[in-house]
């Protein structure tokens, strides 16, 4: 009783935001083969999935989109289409569960036919070319209902622009949770099996953080604080505990952490072969994020964590 008396970290699920992705179509659920027990669902069957992660107690979200390749071009010019998919189902999401808070994700990658964040030129990714459309995907999903827009893209001045056009648009309300210390990290290649979105040609580390630099993380944040960001995000969590711990102590923003997908099927396949009792260390992996600084944690693991804390 008094070592539960004074325990200094809690987690709740209220800490949670619940990652899910979207396909276009009917029925369909497919699980992701890196991701045990994570799917990428049409809206139909979303929607019910979503109802009863509502009746455990989750009640925040961010949706992915997997985009079919033939709708992908090198100006991602599909996502801000009025026939897209993924702006559909957040106005019908919206519509059904309007209590729930629903974040996007605002990059280039699942829409570009080059598969980078940002638009590339001869081989080249062109930071200030790509903010336009940033920016017109934003408005788009505003206009559709989202709570949050999740710039994940890292191209320096997007935080800006977005607010700024937010604004002018008549979305002072809509959020932003910018992704400040995105590192170049081995751990993303769950995720990108599951929206297909690996970059065609290159990689990512012209404009994602060197995972061997903390102090430039302060830099980021900075630059997103002053640019109207309302949250501030470490991507990934586990080996980056010491920036959320070092952006918690320097900024009166809340601080964000994706456990990420790499994070979660490692700690699956080590249970599944019997190394790690999977109850016990993903709760213990997700209490270390909260401890670190985190104020809120997306993770695939929020399912599992309120049906065990129910």
């Known amino acids: 009783m008094i070592r539960n008396m004074i325990e200094e970290t809690h987690l709740s699920v209220n800490d949670f935001i619940y990652p899910l992705f979207i396909v276009d179509g009917k029925n369909i659920k497919e699980e992701i083969p890196s991701m045990p027990n994570v799917y990428r669902w049409s809206l139909d069957l979303l929607l019910k999935e979503l109802e009863s992660c509502i009746k455990l107690g989750i009640n925040s979200y961010v949706l992915f989109p997997a985009v079919n390749e033939q709708l992908k071009d090198k100006l991602a010019s599909y996502s801000f289409h009025s026939e897209n998919f993924y702006i559909k189902a957040i106005a019908k999401i919206k519509e059904t569960f309007p209590e729930i808070c629903l974040m996007s994700d605002v990059a280039?990658?699942?829409?570009?036919?080059?598969?980078?964040?940002?638009?590339?030129?001869?081989?080249?990714?062109?930071?200030?070319?790509?903010?336009?459309?940033?920016?017109?995907?934003?408005?788009?999903?505003?206009?559709?209902?989202?709570?949050?827009?999740?710039?994940?893209?890292?191209?320096?001045?997007?935080?800006?622009?977005?607010?700024?056009?937010?604004?002018?648009?008549?979305?002072?309300?809509?959020?932003?949770?910018?992704?400040?210390?995105?590192?170049?990290?081995?751990f993303y290649g769950p995720f990108r099996d599951a929206l297909d979105s690996a970059p065609k040609a290159g990689d990512k580390k012209t404009y994602q953080m060197n995972p061997a630099n903390k102090k430039e993380a302060l830099i980021e944040a900075e630059l997103d604080t002053n640019e109207g960001a309302d949250f501030l995000m470490v991507k990934p969590a586990l080996c980056y505990l010491d920036v959320i711990h070092l952006l918690k102590s320097n900024f009166e923003l809340p601080i964000s952490a994706y456990n990420v997908s790499g994070e979660y099927a490692m700690i699956h396949a080590a249970s599944k072969n019997g190394w790690l009792d999977y109850n016990s260390t993903f709760q213990e992996s997700l209490l270390s994020i909260k401890r670190a600084g985190a104020d809120v944690i997306l993770t695939y693991f929020a399912k599992d964590f309120a049906k065990i804390n129910a």
């Open 108 to 186: 280039m990658d699942p829409y570009s036919s080059d598969g980078h964040d940002g638009l590339v030129e001869n081989g080249e990714i062109i930071n200030d070319k790509t903010l336009p459309i940033l920016s017109k995907m934003s408005i788009a999903q505003a206009q559709a209902g989202i709570d949050i827009i999740g710039p994940s893209d890292m191209m320096d001045g997007r935080v800006g622009l977005i607010r700024n056009e937010l604004d002018n648009a008549g979305y002072q309300n809509t959020s932003i949770m910018s992704y400040t210390a995105k590192y170049a990290s081995a």
